[in-house]
């Protein structure tokens, strides 16, 4: 059995964790689903994949929600307890800042370990399952590069106009309507029903009509060609292809171990950094509380802000430099974890019980000018 210090300790911290994870994990849930509807209104997005969508995107981003709720939690309870003087009670028995550390790395173990299976397991799971929705999304008929059903699109700077009435589900176009004035003659096609695709290879886009009309001629003139037709192609030139690149984020954790690409080191680092975080910020919560009423609190509240956000603006600057070789392997992109633990340490220890106690004892020995000298 736990002391009831350490308890009564851990279950704020852990209560506060969870009101903060969850009320973080709701406004991303209502970010990200905003962000799905939009897709699912462009037609990049199938309506039936929305949930399995929005679910791997919430596995995806927990990792890294975990890290900033658990600082935040700390921050939150044992300023708490400092605002209620339960800490300074607690230091008046005794109970220093070792015993807040202790039950602190008690919760801190397994919020960790949490942390570090979404992050080296589950995220690039995700990742993978978003990505394969994403590819057949890109070979179905509901992904038009950005067309919605009845309006007009313009290609080839103006010469082709394409109207699509509607976009059935899973069946492709229907009510399609094609100008086409590219040649000597404007051509008109229309037709009941269609479909779309994107050439891999040139990065194309090949509309393909079936079973409508065409009508080649122009505006004055009697020679109109009136054709019916079974298939109609047409080809609309794009950007060129797509480069096929294999996402880091997708790679199983264990097929990056080894490896000596900085960009796939990288991105192993970046998913280690998460439950590591967790005590790197333990560190760094317990000097920006302000254990005593008399301290001034808004300080603390700025070193703190300041801390959180230089820790996670280093984080993706350092990834970034080991990414693309800026830094050497060696040195790793846990840098900087060391660096604001360092300097939130030397910020806060003039206020520190022991240092006082030891500038005093110094005082003592090296008296000033004036002062008696044996």
């Not at 006082?356 to 004892?361: A, F, S, Y």
């Amino acid at each position: 059995m736990l002391p009831i210090v350490d308890r009564y300790i851990l279950g704020e911290v852990a209560k506060t964790l969870l009101a903060i994870l969850i009320t973080l994990m709701l406004i991303v849930a209502s970010m990200l689903f905003l962000r799905t509807l939009e897709e699912v209104n462009l037609g990049a997005l199938n309506a039936d994949l929305v949930l399995r969508f929005l679910g791997l995107q919430l596995v995806r981003d927990t990792a890294t929600l975990l890290p900033p709720s658990f600082f935040i939690a700390a921050l939150a309870a044992l300023s708490r307890l400092a605002r209620d003087s339960e800490l300074v009670a607690l230091n008046a028995c005794g109970i220093g800042p070792r015993r807040l550390y202790r039950a602190l790395v008690l919760l801190a173990l397994p919020v960790a370990l949490v942390t570090g299976w979404f992050a080296l397991v589950l995220q690039p799971w995700a990742a993978a399952g978003i990505a394969e929705i994403r590819l057949q999304q890109k070979d179905q008929a509901t992904q038009i590069a950005g067309v919605q059903a009845g309006r007009f699109y313009t290609e080839e700077g103006g010469k082709v106009v394409v109207y699509v009435g509607a976009i059935a589900k899973g069946k492709g176009l229907e009510r399609v309507f094609v100008l086409d004035r590219q040649g000597d003659k404007t051509r008109i096609v229309v037709s009941d029903s269609g479909r779309h695709r994107v050439d891999d290879r040139t990065g194309d886009h090949l509309v393909t009509l079936i079973d409508g009309h065409r009508f080649d001629g122009n505006a004055g003139e009697g020679n109109y060609l009136i054709a019916r037709f079974r298939e109609y192609q047409l080809r609309v030139a794009g950007q060129g292809p797509e480069p096929q690149v294999t996402k880091k984020s997708t790679t199983p954790s264990l097929d990056l171990l080894g490896s000596a690409d900085p960009l796939a080191r990288a991105e192993l680092e970046h998913r280690i950094a998460a439950p590591l975080a967790i005590f790197t910020l333990l560190l760094i919560a317990v000097p920006l509380v302000a254990i005593s009423p008399r301290q001034k609190t808004s300080g603390r509240l700025l070193l703190a802000f300041l801390a959180y956000f230089t820790f996670f603006n280093l984080q993706q600057l350092a990834e970034t430099w080991l990414g693309n070789g800026t830094t050497p392997l060696w040195l790793t992109s846990f840098w900087y974890q060391a660096l604001v633990l360092v300097l939130v340490y030397l910020v806060t220890l003039p206020e520190t019980r022991w240092y006082k106690v030891l500038r005093e004892r110094l005082g003592r020995g090296h008296p000033g000018p004036g002062g008696d000298q044996d």
